[in-house]
């Protein structure tokens, strides 16, 4: 019988900063990889905020794979097509998306932020996730020791590996980024703000009756995008599970002395910061509940506290990691919720990393930084394309300007459509999975895109198979 060489796999302790729902996918990923792990998140409790949010084959393949798709489409509608409309109703385009399955093998799904995050949450044990964890302090230990993270509350923890899930104004970054630039080491880019170039308030209703939104009673979503003919505004309300609507408000911010005040103000996630823009908005009109229906028909129904307002900001980083520190999701890669990507690519950037890891030799820095660096090698350039298309669907769906005002013009009336197919293709074919576990067969008409292979994991497959032909 050939020997086959399978070095062991070494044991390495891992601390995630960032309960949402990039640490929490990461924690499932190493659970199923036998790693050790601790999720420190700064918040005390979980607030059940956030409301509309898609999925599609770029990660359900995932869901499918670790037996979580059933759940996720218990809780959803699917999403057949979106319609936009200008401030008086008139109808502007239709977006569709009805072929999705036939191409992927999988549905466009929409659904309530916070039930998929329970649901991601109950496949991490709770001893796993430490709630009111305020980092203060990361160092790298010398002599390739690790990490030590010092919390606000004088408690310390240690590892070999820190994964920083902590969105866009992330305290991993901010802590690697400056021990990066009193060495000289960083990019002149990654040292400037990101960018705002809106505010949006979003919510969920109560229950509300379907003979009055007689739409609520199909099994498919309807999803209703107006644009403002005048000012920055404009608003979504889409129909999901339960007999609810999920809706946003994205206020367009022009001047970046307004967006840096806004920023500094630090009000995003408080319901109390809502008030102000619930009053200026609650006469604009709704394609729902008939003549006359307007946004306060929905902002009356929404319980106040989990009616949030959040800035949302845009950037790629160039520097993904450093030492034994690396980033995930927002930290590295912030985008607009336009194109319904930043949860996909966080998750995306969880499977990836997981995959690197599971191939990791050893615990030195070299081993290390190589597992990092081939992370970022395989999500850079899917990353960089989202951010991009969430600019434009930006432009398109939100933009206000002269400028964004023609480009939509010329988008939603010139441009054929076999464009919009071509690029809706490219993009259903990236569909990562874990490669150290068996992989879900493509589903649908176009291919997924080849992955890396595990070099491990195929060890670990010819030792089985070595063993049962000898058996």
Known sequence: MTNIYLPARPAFRVIIVGAGLAGLMMGILFDKMG??????????????????????GNILAL??????????????????????????????AEVGVGDYKDLTGYEYIVFSRPELYEIIRQRVPEEKVLMGKRVNKIRQLPLNG????????????????????????????????????????????????????????????????????????????????????????????????????CWSVMAQITDPEEARQMRQSNLEWRPDATEGLVNTIRNYPIAFGGEGAVLGDILDVTPKDVMSKVMLEEKLFETWYDGNIVLIGDACHKMLPTSGQGAINAMQDATILANCLYDLEDLSPESILKSFSDYRNQRYTHAKKQVANSQLNAKISSGQTLKEKVIRHV????????????????????RPQVTFLPMVPDKGTVASLPQKHSKRHQAEQAVRAAAVDSA
């Open 411 to 430: 988008v939603l009336n010139f441009l054929p459509r076999w464009v919009f197919s071509l690029s809706f293709v490219k993009s259903a074919a990236y």
């Open 146 to 245: 690790g990490v030590e993270v010092v919390c606000h509350d004088h408690s310390v923890y240690t590892a070999d590996i820190l994964v920083g899930a902590d969105g866009a104004y992330s305290t991993t970054r901010y802590h690697m980024y400056k021990n990066m630039t009193e060495a000289g080491t960083l990019p002149a880019s990654d040292a400037e703000e990101l960018a705002m170039p809106y505010v949006c308030m979003v919510g969920t209703t109560n229950p509300q009756d379907p003979e009055k939104y007689p739409e609520l009673k199909d099994s498919v979503t309807h999803l209703r995008h107006v644009i403002g003919n005048e000012g920055p505004y404009s608003w979504t309300v889409i129909t999901i599970p339960g007999n609810r609507f």
């Open 63 to 92: 869901f499918d794979q670790l037996g979580l798709l059933e759940d996720v489409m218990k809780i959803s509608k699917i999403n057949h097509s979106t319609t936009l409309y200008n401030e008086k109703l008139e109808k502007l």
């Open 35 to 56: 790693i050790s792990y601790t999720i420190l998140e700064r918040a005390p409790k979980v607030k059940p905020l956030g409301a509309l949010m898609s999925l599609n």
